[in-house]
């Protein structure tokens, strides 16, 4: 079933992804080809995916979720552009091909992340793309802008480059990734409950005990790979948070403890939803989908 959802999910927001990646003018042009290199060069649309199901767990149609997948997935875009720059990560692949700063040049992919993260806000209050009202689009907005800021995302990988080489231990280290991977994860359903429509403080409730163990789980599902995969199914260089000396869950609780973790995080996630019907099977098989997934 995840097979085809993900097939179909990621073709609707591709599309709408697609349509604001258009050069108001001619000099933009290399801009936005950076732009877009970045966003359209594969991905799993993992934060989309989740925006969708979310939304139709809450008995409404994916389409009024449009503006969240773009939204959420421009942001990952933008996060991953600046990681992979020398003055932090120094990767050379992503997906399988040169990251951006390798295919275009380091300035031009500081202002292509700038300029992703820019249009994931547009994107939320684009009328083209959700048919959404103002109280709706401002708690959306207030919601990302705080899961990509500097109290989630960006205060993660803050924390991430300032414990290369250090001994975390667990707390430590998931509260380091539950800012960096989990908030951004978390606001991806977030959104996509609130574009529904029929968002309420126990579904709301449920859903982010059911976001928060998932978004740990993909971590842990990362490190895991990180350590058992290979640069070409990874699509980027295999054992770097290892070279990095980065603190990670193998490294911690070792490889089959780290494993065990990761399905007791998804079984949290599935209880999460326990009180939801049949609409909310995307977001299980999504669940299941994270721990299982090798790249």
């Keep these: 079933m995840i097979d085809a959802y993900q097939i179909s999910s990621q073709a609707r927001v591709n599309a709408a992804l697609e349509s604001l990646f258009v050069a108001p003018a001619p000099e933009l042009a290399r801009l936005y080809e950076a732009m877009r290199y ?10 989309p995916l989740l925006a969708y199901a979310a939304c139709e767990a809450l008995g409404s149609t994916p389409e009024q979720a449009n503006g969240a997948a773009c939204a959420v997935e421009l942001i990952h875009a933008y996060s991953l552009v600046h990681d992979d720059l020398p003055a932090m990560d120094d990767d050379d692949l992503r997906r399988g091909q040169p990251t951006t700063h390798k295919a275009f040049d380091e300035a031009c992919a500081i ?3 700038d ?19 103002a109280d709706t689009r401002l708690r959306m907005v207030t919601a990302l802008a705080f899961a990509a800021g500097p109290a989630g995302m960006v205060g993660g990988q803050a924390i991430d480059l300032g414990s290369v080489g250090l001994k975390l231990d667990q707390a430590a280290l998931e509260y380091m990734h539950r800012h960096k991977t989990g ?25 982010s005990v ?33 070279a990095r000396d980065k603190p990670t869950y193998p490294a911690l609780m070792g490889l089959e403890q780290a494993k065990g973790y990761a399905l007791e995080l998804r079984d949290q996630a599935l209880n999460a939803l326990r009180h939801f019907d049949a609409a909310a099977e995307p977001l299980r098989e999504l669940a299941r989908y994270i721990v299982e997934r090798r790249h």
């Design 115 to 133: 300029g992703l993260q820019s249009l994931a806000f547009s994107a939320l209050l684009d009328p083209r793309l959700s048919n959404l009202n």
């Design 183 to 207: 908030a951004l994860i978390e606001a991806s359903v977030q959104l996509g409950a609130l574009a529904s429509g029929h968002a309420n403080e126990d579904n709301l409730h449920a859903l």
């Design 38 to 47: 970045s966003v359209m060069n594969g991905g799993k649309r993992v934060r």
């Design 210 to 242: 059911y976001a928060r163990a998932i978004g740990l789980a993909f971590q842990v599902q990362d490190d895991i790979l990180d350590v058992e995969s290979d640069t070409a199914t990874l699509g980027k260089r295999q054992g770097a948070d290892i």
């Design 111 to 113: 202002l292509a992340g």
